[in-house]
């Protein structure tokens, strides 16, 4: 998949949020040429027996199909990734006791303790070498959101924690931590934000931001953001119909 091959080779990779339930929109914005799609189990509507089939749309284009977890759940975790997450993105971690638990609940032993079934989607059923598939899964991204000023007071000892791929801040989560509520380009926070990535950087985890105009979107990649999750796929789709709007229809029109 591209996303592998791009952030492998520090390119930036892009993608949207995803509250669809509709596998056939996953499929368009993969067919647009999405790196990734997150489908979001959080904050948006589905199951994670609807989310399998967003997952195989995402993976019918190419698309690297990651479900961020309602919660640092064992159960969450294991069964994003049976129905075939390539990665899992784990919210509110605030401590490095947190991200160890997330590492367990996410890798097979030795690297964690996530439950074993064979007879799972990712496994192909069983019909999978299990241990091709152990050694596969144990290769699965994770992603870690660092939400909060606690998480931002323990950074430096979160990223100690082996098996994390990506730290993502949330850049509304960390201006309120730093005093400056929503002042996403303050001083303060584009410093917080460099330092942090310095930090990984020499750690080698990539770091990832959310972001919902493109302008910021240019910013972060200039600075050397890996994941930019860019909005969220209703968010971009009433933007569009908006613009269409606004075009052709004259100012003078009532509605």
Not at 132 to 139: C, I, L, R, T
Not at 174 to 191: M, T
Not at 197 to 212: L, Q, S, Y
Not at 219 to 243: F, R
Request: net charge negative; charged share 20%; with cysteine.
């Amino acid at each position: 998949m591209r996303f592998i091959e791009k952030i492998t080779n520090g390119q930036t990779v892009l993608g949207p949020f995803s509250k669809t339930s509709d596998a056939s929109m996953i499929e368009a914005m993969g067919y647009a040429g999405f790196d990734f799609i997150i489908i979001d189990l959080e904050h948006g509507p589905n199951s994670i027996l609807n989310a399998q089939h967003l997952v195989r749309a995402a993976q019918i284009t190419g698309t690297f199909p990651i479900i961020r977890v309602a919660e640092n759940d064992a159960v969450a975790i294991g069964k994003a990734l049976d129905i075939g997450a390539q990665g899992v993105q784990v919210p509110q971690i605030t401590n490095a006791a947190e991200a160890r638990q997330a590492v367990a609940h996410a890798k097979f032993a030795p690297h964690g303790m996530r439950g074993v079934c064979r007879f799972v989607r990712a496994a192909e059923y069983s019909n999978k070498d299990r241990f091709d598939y152990f050694k596969e899964a144990n290769e699965k991204f994770l992603i870690l959101q660092l939400e909060g000023a606690e998480a931002v007071a323990n950074f430096e000892e979160i990223i100690q924690v082996d098996g994390i791929d990506i730290i993502f801040l949330g850049p509304y989560d960390l201006s309120q931590a730093l005093g400056v509520s929503g002042q996403i380009n303050h001083p303060l926070v584009l410093e917080k934000m460099t330092h942090i990535m310095a930090t990984c950087r020499g750690k080698g985890i990539k770091t990832g931001v959310f972001t919902d105009n493109l302008t910021d979107a240019k910013n972060w990649i200039q600075l050397g953001v890996n994941y930019i999750s860019y909005s969220v796929d209703v968010g971009i789709m009433q933007e569009a119909c908006k613009h269409i709007i606004q075009t052709l229809t004259p100012q003078n029109t009532l509605r």
